[in-house]
């Protein structure tokens, strides 16, 4: 099958990835483990980077005396790091425990899994059979992957494609069979020779369970790993707000991993098992809610686009009222045109949801049900509550104000590896420069914000003689007091030059001959390709300025 442009792009980002020392597939040597990556060498420092920045300008770096441009007023941040397992009540409440799944369907024929929502196809038909296809593929993958499942079906020769007749447009499977358009009696599945072999689908928790103990074996010894880094913060509100003299409106933060068992892993490290969550969870007065919902949501946008992430790459797109959640009461994505999706398609970077007092009530009074549009709390067969809530009042009581009330809470959630992978796509380019002797040679550029760059310069000597590794040397001692910075004196320089651009190292400082003369070296801008000449005595104010 014929890649698009855009997916072969996606493959070029990936072999990248692996062949730079980002990210590698976990424990590869035993073939991987789908859903399961590791990040290397520069993949780590790239997605530390990420998360201070990510940290300092949400909490260490912010202001709490002045409110930030478009904010209601000014508020306080404190940051928390909680347990991946916690106590099973705080999923039953959650909500999680009931439903936090996805539909999956089986091929008896295959062996394979499919996530239901995620299969869709269209009758083919030939010399009066009919069969509806089906594919995993999406956006312009799919009717290709159609297209040959339908002439090997059918058992035609390739030339005898155009006698394929296609009835109705591709339509998901779930919502074909639900409006009785098809019977999965009569669907051909994506790795199926026979129509009929897909089994019903079945509802599977996302969350991964545990045992806990050495003795474990009953059903209250059952635990999760957590899927959200949200609830941990919820069970410690009470703590900080006893403990930190915050005072409404204030945000809990915390940066951590979260697992999610996904039926089918997929893109790179877009829909992974492990991965890690940047999450806030913002409590403020229900009245001023709204504004603070707008505040953050325009807040966490603008993020991404100061970290450099290309505008019209970008989507912010506000839930319809049917996709939101069964707490939610509005959210919004913040969404990024990954290589891998179809043209016009976008995938979700970070969720700004408003909460309302959803959280805080269900750990007080126990799992919460949406009845004729009002939360309340849900009652199982015996009459008493499907899942009991902590009964500790978590309430706020304003002493200035003499009121007391249940925070809203507004909740920007974002994906720590999501975000890596979009600043990975979004700087990577393929352009050609001059080398040494003028002439144009291709090269990978990494076009990294300085912030992100696993190493900020690299210093090379133009050779290894006439002292001039001594100087850069000195240089990279000097440089490496302050930022990350890698010294380099193998090949050519113009191989070099390469290497750091394939790294996304912003700026190279080259000693040559004049450096040992008037204690210049050459700055080398990554983007512009711009040399110029820079006393070594100013290199580190320069470079510390320009960060
Ligand atoms: N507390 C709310 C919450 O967890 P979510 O939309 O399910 O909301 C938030 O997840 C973010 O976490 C997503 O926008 C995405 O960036 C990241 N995320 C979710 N599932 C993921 C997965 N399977 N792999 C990688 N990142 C994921």
Not at 369 to 382: C, F, I, S, T, Y
Request: hydrophobic letters at 35%; charged letters at 30%.
């Amino acid at each position: 099958m014929e890649k698009s442009n855009d997916q072969s792009r996606m493959d070029r980002i990936v072999s990248l990835a692996k062949r730079r020392g980002f990210i590698f597939q976990s424990s590869e040597i035993y073939g991987g483990l789908n859903g399961f990556w590791d990040y290397g060498p520069l993949g780590v420092a790239l997605k530390r980077n990420l998360k201070d920045a990510w940290w300092h300008d949400m909490v260490a770096g912010h202001d709490e005396l002045a409110a930030p441009a478009g904010a209601p007023e000014a508020y306080e941040m404190a940051g928390l790091d909680c347990t991946i397992i916690m106590h099973p009540q705080v999923w039953k409440c959650s909500g999680h425990f009931d439903l936090f799944h996805d539909w999956m369907i089986d091929c008896r024929e295959s062996k394979r899994r499919y996530r239901y929502d995620h299969l869709s196809g269209r009758f083919a038909l030939h010399r009066g059979k009919r069969v509806f296809v089906v594919t995993d593929a999406s956006g312009d993958e799919a009717q290709p992957a159609l297209t040959a499942k339908a002439q090997k079906f059918f058992g035609l020769r390739a030339k005898q494609i155009e006698e394929i007749e296609w009835d109705g447009g591709l339509t998901g499977l779930s919502a074909a069979v639900a409006a009785g358009a098809t019977t999965l009696a009569e669907v051909l599945g994506p790795d199926a020779s026979e129509p009929g072999t897909l089994t019903d689908p079945r509802e599977f928790n996302l969350m991964f369970e545990t045992r806990i103990g050495a003795l474990a074996g009953d059903d209250d010894d059952r635990a999760f790993l957590r899927p959200e880094t949200a609830q941990g913060i919820f069970m410690n509100f009470k703590n900080v707000l006893d403990t930190s003299r915050v005072r409404v409106p204030f945000g809990i933060a915390q940066i951590g991993k979260s697992f999610r068992n996904e039926i089918t892993p997929r893109n790179f490290t877009f829909r992974s098992r492990e991965f890690e969550q940047m999450e806030i969870e913002f409590f403020c007065k229900p009245g001023d809610s709204a504004a603070w919902y707008r505040y953050w949501r325009d807040r966490r946008w603008k993020w991404y686009l100061d970290l450099g992430l290309t505008e019209g790459k970008l989507q912010l797109r506000e839930h319809d009222k049917d996709e939101l959640s069964h707490y939610s009461v509005g959210t919004a994505d913040i969404e990024y045109a990954f290589p891998f999706l179809a043209p016009g398609e976008f995938g979700e970077l970070e969720g700004i949801a408003h909460r309302g007092d959803f959280d805080l009530r269900s750990h007080m009074e126990g799992k919460l049900v949406r009845q004729d549009g009002a939360l309340v709390l849900e009652m199982g067969p015996d009459g008493k509550p499907r899942h009991k809530g902590s009964g500790k009042d978590l309430s706020y009581f304003d002493d200035i104000t003499r009121e007391r009330y249940v925070p809203h809470v507004i909740e920007p959630s974002a994906g720590a590896d999501r975000a890596v992978l979009a600043f990975l796509c979004d700087a990577y380019h393929e352009d050609e420069v001059p080398d040494e002797d003028g002439k144009p040679r291709s090269r990978t550029v990494l076009k990294l914000h300085p912030r992100l760059a696993p190493l900020k310069a690299a210093i090379l000597p133009l050779v290894k003689k006439d002292g001039m590794p001594e100087v850069a040397i000195d240089l990279y001692r000097a440089l490496k007091r302050h930022m990350p910075c890698m010294y380099d004196e193998k090949g050519s320089v113009g191989r070099r030059y390469a290497r750091q651009d394939e790294a996304g190292t912003p700026w190279c400082l080259t000693v040559d001959g004049q450096t040992l003369t008037d204690q210049t070296v050459t700055l080398r801008d990554r983007d512009s390709l711009v040399q110029t000449r820079v006393p070594i005595a100013e290199v580190v104010d320069l470079l510390t300025d320009r960060l």
